[in-house]
């Protein structure tokens, strides 16, 4: 596994690049196992599932058996004829099950690295839930779910559990490749523990979620090994229609037979269409270039998302991602930093922003929460305020209290507060006996108003000394979106997908976040069973809504969401209901897995169109070959002017043998994604694979026939 | 202008222009929503209700709705047949014409049922009155109004929610019937009353004419029969029949030589509004439809997508029929003397029409699937010969016949939007409903039905020696004479190669089963994409669903219509018409 | 089953009973036009202007040629020829027919009227295209003695244009023609 950076930005194109290393180390063996695969596949019991390449094996046996027949003197056509389109043939098949070969083989490299990982493991199995009671030593894979077992400091844990006791730092760089250690403790939501992750320091008591065969790893290896895979609806759908082009192209090409015989006869020259050739055509028909390609490009999406560090429970929520129109996101941690900071002092009248600023900052020296510390920060960084070293007897720190909901300092001669405006008015009033009307100016209280309104949360900032208790004015905190998140969900919006940000603050706080962030929606004041009512409400109306969860309490939404990514770092509860498991537990990869989906259905609309359209300039070459005899005057048809009848029928066949190998990068690396409406994304794919798909064959058949003709072969 | 150019644009404009009050018109009758008509025919549509004992409340799932409709064609086809096996003991026969054979009758009966009207007997010579009214007539009315519920089966499972129902086909079919066919009939038999089609109960008159001497005239046969001094011209009510023949697609004419006869139609411009009325209806759906899924822009993009095909294919239909065929041109100048005059390709055709109009009615007649026609499609040029042909193997889809034209088309919108929706990245849908393998099965199901009954009939024809022998014009042109009526019967448009001997056995039983297949093993997948559409959720529109509607989409719509044919067809038809034209150009005959 | 059959019998009484007759009896404000446009000469039927008649008779202008059987003409038997174009049936018949139209014709100057050499779709085509008639002018001047202008002014009063200026061709109905040459000659 590639080691994971920094998650949190979601510009970060880590997970693209990560994948050359992977790529190169796959390079030697993994081709040369896929060669050795693809002759392995020609078995006609594997190759029937592929309905199109079953179709061309059975034409490579028919010619094969044509042409030993030709050998010895009794063929429909000269034997080298026969030999090379038969060959060709043969070379169709392999070449699609190469492509498949490779899919699988790079697959099978990363199952591998994991399943080293998961090897003898030995397992202290716990009698009782206790740590102190005795333990019995097992392999890994005996366990069951329900066993107890300890691990301590330096043990691999032996399979998938919910740690029952202890709290212990764990290296799960085996499946994240994350190389900081995380912590995992009984109770809350970081009980969650993977096999074959290593305990660090201390200890863990485990009970065992999984049975063997059923981990995590487990998972994970049938996944990318492709054992598993079943076909999603879109593939099975796409299959049916591949198959019924077949049998109308083989139908097509079965009753050219009899029609030719009747031109004979009508025309009194020529002779019958061969087998052969009838063969060819149909190979050339029907498509082969996506029934070849169709099963590598979807353990490739597979593969794909393996590499961004997501475990998807099946193809079919892969899919799903493509289709999600509704994204709903965390507002803390996805959208925004996860603190909010100060951003501006916004001082009473009469009272200078530096004033305000160094009140400010001595009442959150003692202030250890991210927002205190973002006070003193730019207080410093904006007024060059360096925080006095007050230490001593006589300085009090007030910490902040549910009760007051103030925090601050008492210095021997002042007292500074900032809390919500409200308290800090209270604080004022009780100061001075509430006689002191107007010591909260009406000008502060109209920004702190301000301020909220805004999306920020006004602090207010109150001294009481010689001269009495008064407000100096508001520091103005606020949650920083994060950079380039913007554009992010401008370009999902022109893909048609709606964000809806998920958050704890108030109405107006939200309203004024998802405003700056380019939310299109937003749910404030948000509970965890308020989330499971927005999927419901959503998918009433139709639309699939995708999520990212991590608590137990999570749980239910993620089981109700269309496409649910749990986080590793989650609770077990939730990575049960989810369908996707995000190794690197980063809010922002769900936008990832979006694109993923997306670009396994493009790729396989885009080759599938290719294929089609190509058959057009087959026409044009075989058409006037195959009939030449017969009907001379058809020749104004072969507008590539291709040297001879066998010339162009080799040519035919060998582009669509030769297209198939030449098109297994693009269908491993998946077509260009861009967030783009669907219009312009139809228009961009119908005039590369489309319209190219027209023209491309009527070059490729005209230099590979220049190449026959050159070589002496046609 | 070339011949038929001017009268064409003239036709197109009045399709366009009356195409959408017509449709928003059929939108709200089959909404069961209030129309002008009401007043008039509400009581009509009660009163047949109440005498068939329907409840048109009554909802029905996409099988019942499917039942409804087989049990109903079937009752039809008993019907029709039983009647013309016993049509020399029925009344209204003043020819006294025998009792139809078997093999007519049957292949009759599924014509006409199916919406057909392949006719393998010569109107004039073969039918009673009675079986011209009451049985043919009848038929093209019910057929008709049948297909049209089929599509309004389906637009409505398009726009329902999460529904086990799609609608009641005998309301359907009722409402089909009286509210849009037979208004538009009863003025259109009227018109053509006007220019001069019969509508009596007299069966012939005899003309005592006035070369009673002709023999062979003006050199037309060879060898002269000693023709009477009589002229028998048959009569009887073909206005009537007329009428429905057109709006309905039907095809069926009451003369042998159908609309090309002068009774038929007997001036340019009862054969312009022939065409006007027989491509109308299957124009105005697309706005029925844009009107009742509620987005007129989806209809428009259905429409736009038939007209670029309509459009082009009378163009070139147009552009080869007003050139004559060169080898008569040689024949004729071949005994020296003045060489012919340039009229276009005249053999099989009327001179009141011309050729290039004669090329739009062809045109026409087969991009619907009405089959009428007003000249001989045997004798077209081989290239325009091949547009009717080809417009038959797009399945009928631009526009198609009443009804069945706009859920071949939708069927193809479903393979369209499938493959358009994956190259965005989209599980595909249109109008909000997802298509997923069930509806896949069904429309490649569709789509597979076609092209394999035309293919595997016509070449099982070329290796039987009985259909051979149907032959009439030897070389490539029979090979296309076959190709073309299994097109025409599993396509259900019942025009032909008229020199092929349809009336032999084979040809009467194989034509009578593809035109089997060809509708009703068709309309059943359609129905179940209609029932299991019905069931989905509508997934509302953003920018990310693919708009099934603009240029763009049009475009992709005409392309996948065209390929998906001409894949399945190019290969026959460079062996057919495509290698005869070019063997003409070449001076060949056969 | 059963209320199919039932509707079935109700639908056919309403469009195959009632529609006819309704259409019939409006028909009969054009009894003209609903009888077939019978043309009568001293109350015999000689035909009806939308057939057309075979004329053999040079003095008569020529119909075009006919498939129908057994009779070119038969008005009870409408059929085209369904000669295909590459046909050799259809060249040798155009051959013949021209060969006979230029020995009928010897005087008659332009192109040959290919309508005159094809077959029609109904084999009931009541009209020749306006230089067909002109092409036999001089013929049937010559049998019937008439000055050929005084003839090309008949073809000229009986040419149809298009009607309307725009539907369909020019064309010369030849029943109408010949019994306008009958009544020129009385």
New interface residues.
Partial sequence: MRPSSNNADPTSAQSAKSVAPAKSAMSNTVLRQAFIGAFRKLDPRREVRNPVMFLVEVGSVLTTVLFVQALLGRGEAPAKFIGQVSAWLWGTVIFANLAEAIAEGRGKAQADSLRRGRLDTMAKRLHRPDRRDDYETVPSQKLIKGDIVLIEAGDIIPGDGEAIEGVASVDESAVTGESAPVIRESGGDRSAVTGGTRVLSDWLVVEITANPGETFLDRMIALVEGAKRKKTPNEIALDILLAGFSIVFLVVCATLLPFSVYSVAATGHGAPVSVTVLVALLVCLIPTTIGGLLSAIGIAGMDRLVRHNVLAMSGRAVEAAGDVDVLLLDKTGTITLGNRQAVAFLPAPGVTEKELAEAAQLSSIADETPEGRSVTVLAKEKYGLRAPNIQGTNVTFVPFSAQTRMSGVDLPNREIRKGAVDAVKAWIGGATGGTDGGAVPGAVEATVVQIAKDGGTPLTVAVRDAHGARALGVIHLKDVVKGGIRERFAQLRRAGIRTMMITGDNPMTAAAIAAEAGVDDFLAEAKPENKLELIREHQQKGHLVAMTGDGTNDAPALAQADVAVAMNSGTQAAKEAANMIDLDSSPTKLIDIVEIGKQLLMTRGTLTTFSIANDVSKYFAIIPAAFAGIYPELGVLNVMHLATPNSAILSAVIFNALIIPALIPLALRGVKYRAASASSLLSRNLFIYGLGGVIAPFIGIKLIDLVLVALGLS | MP?GV??SI?LLMAVVALARPLGLYMARVFQGQRTFLSGLLGP?ERL?YR????DPTEEMTWQTYAK?LI??S???VA?LYALLRLQHLLPLNPQRFPSVGPYVAFNTAVSFVANTNWQVY?G??TMSFFSQ???L??QN??SAASGIAVVVAFIRALTRRESKTIGNF?VD??RT??YV??PA??VL??VL??????????A????????P??????????A?????AE?????G?V???E??KEFGTNGGGF???NS????EN????S??LEILTLLLIPFALPFTFGAMVGDRRQGNAILAAMLIIFVASAGFAIYFENR??P??A???A??G??????????????????PG??AMYATATTATSTGA????H?????LG?LIPMWLMQIGETSPGGVGSGLYAKLILVV?AV??????????PEYL?KK???Y???MA??Y??IM??TV??L???A??IPAA?AGI??????????ILYAFSSGTNNNGSA???LGAGLPFYAVAVGVAILIGRFWMMIPVLAIAGSLAKK????A??????TY?P??VG?LV?VTI?VAA??F???L??GP???H?????G??? | MWKAMRLFLVLTVLVGVVYPAVVTVAAMAMPYRAQGSLIRQNGAVVGSELIGQSFANPKYFWSRPSATAPDPYNASASTPSNLGPTNKALTDAVSERARALREANPNATGPLPEDLLTASASGLDPHISPQAAMYQVPRVAAERSLPEATVRTLVDKYTEGRQWGIFGEPRVSVLKLNLALDSLGR
């Fill in positions: 011949s001017l009268e003239l009509v047949v005498l068939s004992g329907i409804a049990g109903f079937l009752v039809g019907a010569g004039e010579t009214m009451i049985g007539a009848t009315y019910l005998w079919l009722t019937t009286t066919l037979l009939c009863l038999a009227l009353v006007s220019q001069g089609v019969p509508q009596t109960f007299r012939s008159v005899q003309a005592h004419v006035l070369d001497a002709a023999a062979p005239a003006g050199g037309s046969k060879a002269g029969g000693g023709a009477g002229q028998v011209i048959a009569l009510p206005a009537s029949q009428a429905i003369y042998n030589a090309a006869h002068p009774f007997p001036t340019p411009f054969n312009w004559p065929n080898l008569v040689a024949a004729t071949d005994a003397g003045q060489p012919m005059s340039n009229q276009g390709n005249m053999e099989g055709k009327e001179v009141r029409f011309g109009i004669s026609v007003d000249s001989s045997d004798s077209f040029t081989p010969g393979i499938f493959v358009a929706g994956l190259m965005v990245g989209r599980t909000g298509i997923e393998p509806e896949m099965k490649v199901l789509l597979l092209p394999l293919l595997i016509s070449s099982s070329v290796l051979l009439s014009n030897p070389g490539p042109h029979g090979l296309s004479q190669f008229g020199g959720k509508i997934v509302p953003s920018s990310g669903t693919l708009p603009g763009l989409f992709w392309a390929i894949l399945a190019f290969p026959a460079a062996l495509i290698a005869e070019l063997i003409m150009l070449a060949g005959k056969f």
